[in-house]
T-cell receptor, first 113, second 111 residues
Framework: NAGVTQTPKFQVLKTGQSMTLQCAQD?????MSWYRQDPGMGLRLIHYSVGAGITDQGEVPNGYNVSRSTTEDFPLRLLSAAPSQTSVYFC????????????FGDGTRLSIL | SQQGEEDPQALSIQEGENATMNCSYK?????LQWYRQNSGRGLVHLIL?????REKHSGRLRVTLDTSKKSSSLLITASRAADTASYFCATDKASYDKVIFGPGTSLSVIP
């Protein structure tokens, strides 16, 4: 099984550019989430979704948009990239409920110049 | 502020020794999970403990939970060089929607 697939693996953007980080899972999981990981900060929750058509904000949602039109896909959009958004982004999925283990992708390493 | 905080931030031990990492959290929880992250990779789930459980085992892993102290510990026995990784605790805030991670403990096991 592919599990959780994130694309691209690496990306360099200029300040003000927009882009979409892709996340797809093939496990029919209801719950999907986006985290960013910065040195010494652990993972911080950006947005999450409990099912198709339902999204909500996490700890650090500003500057990011999400949508969930299908169970499989949960893209993360940066509308106007800022250097503060330089980070490693992880997508995760699980069956619904915080008593379920989350499955992570291998991350997207994003640099904003 | 983060829900979970691991302690210590970094730990270095010799192969064969036991490694203990602690996680403290601030508000009541339903579940606490431990994850492992190898360098450059995504996180991998290790073990989950529910708020009504006090101890769980999985292979060389032992997790304890003390809800009165709002803390958990992860013990790795007979450590191996391959255990070198970062370890994170993750908690829910008595909610079934959000899972919040701590900053992690970086473990180095020296052969």
């Amino acid at each position: 099984n592919a599990g959780v697939t994130q694309t691209p693996k690496f990306q360099v953007l200029k300040t003000g550019q927009s882009m979409t980080l892709q996340c797809a899972q093939d496990m029919n999981h209801e719950y999907m989430s986006w985290y960013r990981q910065d040195p010494g900060m652990g993972l911080r929750l950006i947005h999450y979704s409990v099912g198709a058509g339902i999204t909500d904000q996490g700890e650090v949602p500003n500057g990011y948009n999400v949508s969930r039109s299908t169970t499989e896909d949960f893209p993360l959009r940066l509308l106007s990239a800022a250097p503060s958004q330089t980070s490693v982004y992880f997508c995760a999925s699980s069956s619904y409920g915080t008593n379920q283990p989350q499955h992570f992708g291998d991350g997207t390493r994003l640099s904003i110049l | 502020s983060q829900q979970g905080e691991e302690d210590p931030q970094a730990l270095s031990i010799q192969e064969g020794e036991n490694a203990t990492m602690n996680c403290s959290y601030k508000t009541s929880i339903n579940n606490l999970q431990w994850y492992r992250q190898n360098s450059g990779r995504g996180l991998v789930h290790l073990i989950l403990i529910r708020s009504n459980e006090r101890e769980k085992h999985s292979g060389r892993l032992r997790v304890t939970l003390d809800t009165s102290k709002k803390s958990s510990s992860l013990l790795i026995t007979a450590s191996r060089a391959a255990d070198t990784a970062s370890y994170f605790c993750a908690t829910d805030k008595a909610s079934y929607d959000k899972v919040i991670f701590g900053p992690g403990t970086s473990l180095s096991v020296i052969p």
